[in-house]
């Protein structure tokens, strides 16, 4: 079946919800991650989590971690309607700081977010794509240490943060 | 707000200037470089702000160190209001040091950010303020080992893909 405009569009509007769902991960921004969501969305990681469950899960593991990147790349969507499926390709890296367990390292997740994504939303107003259901899986994982190397930025700081205070908050139009 | 056809294709226009850019750094092509930004913009790297000209002349001299540069982007967000809009591209730049008396030959990775600000004018959408962060980096060395590909790159105009553009 030939793509419509309307596919098309619906498409990327479910892309942009992964990639706040990144977004909202590195940067700790939990009204962000929640806006991902519908309010009943069930999040199946080792078990089935509902939003709440699953921000509080997502709390307690990224404060384990100096930075995390959530890195997407292949983004498939199939619409029907106002359902959709997707998976998204997404490479997870967290730092460790040194600790008993070993030096600072970055362990690093290959996984797949697999979507069912519902349009909902009021009469006549176009209605908004969220995830209705997820379900998380990692297809490998790798543990690389992190060596004393190049300097981290020639002639600069990194600049970011892990909230608001990150610059691309300010610079944001709203 | 559901997007809008219109929305759609400012974000394409948006997402291939960053595009260019990455391209721009990795065969070393000042003028594609130069057309990524509009004339007035302002690019912030840690505590410097800089014009067009000296992102310019900063990039290639930093670019110039490297024997190859590769910038890979992943995440791409944008947000159009208008003719403005707000842009952050996840980008991974590899950087590979040549072995040197004191150091082997190795992978300088940096993951980062660039955060935009996008403007419509004439319309064409081109980067009005920029600010580029780096969440973190690596430095992985190379290992002897597996094969070598063919090849044929280049960094500068001399790449096939100049030759082969319609």
């Known amino acids: ?174 | 707000m559901p997007k809008t056809l219109d929305e759609l294709a400012a974000e394409s226009e948006i997402k291939d200037v960053h595009l260019r850019f990455c391209r721009a750094n990795d065969r070393r092509d000042e003028e594609l470089f130069r057309g990524c930004f509009h004339a007035d913009a302002v690019v912030e790297m840690g505590d410097a702000s800089l014009t067009v000209d000296e992102i310019v002349a900063v990039s290639k001299q930093m670019l110039d160190r490297y024997a190859v540069t590769w910038h890979a982007v992943s995440n791409q967000l944008v947000e159009v209001k208008g003719d403005t809009a707000w842009a952050e591209h996840y980008t991974i730049s590899s950087h590979r040091f040549a072995a040197s008396e004191t150091a082997p030959l190795r992978d300088w990775v940096a993951h980062g950010r660039y955060i935009d600000r996008m403007e419509r004018r004439d319309g064409e959408w081109r980067i009005a303020r920029r600010r580029f962060l780096v969440d973190y980096t690596r430095t992985d060395l190379v290992a002897a080992g597996d094969p070598e590909m063919p090849g044929g790159a280049a960094r500068d105009r001399s790449d096939l893909s100049y030759a082969m553009r319609v």
């Open chain 1, 1 to 174: 079946m030939p793509k419509t405009i309307e596919d098309m569009l619906a498409e990327a509007e479910i892309r942009d919800v992964h990639l706040r769902y990144c977004r909202a991960n590195d940067r700790r921004d939990e009204e962000l991650m929640r806006s991902c969501f519908h309010p009943d969305a069930v999040i199946e990681l080792h078990e089935e989590l509902d939003v709440e469950a699953f921000l509080a899960l997502g709390r307690a593991i990224l404060g384990q971690y100096t930075v995390t990147w959530h890195n997407t790349g292949n983004q498939l969507v199939e619409v029907r309607g106002d359902a959709a499926w997707a998976e998204h390709y997404t490479i997870s890296s967290h730092r460790i700081a040194a600790d008993d367990k070993g030096p600072e390292r970055d362990w690093i997740a290959y996984g797949r977010y697999i979507d069912r994504m519902e349009r909902r939303g009021r009469q006549g107003q176009g209605g908004e794509w969220r995830i209705a259901r997820r379900k998380m899986v990692v297809d490998y994982t790798r543990l690389d240490p992190v060596i004393a190397g190049d300097p981290a930025i020639p002639g600069g700081s990194g600049g970011g943060a892990r909230d608001r205070s990150d610059p691309s908050y300010a610079m944001r139009l709203d």
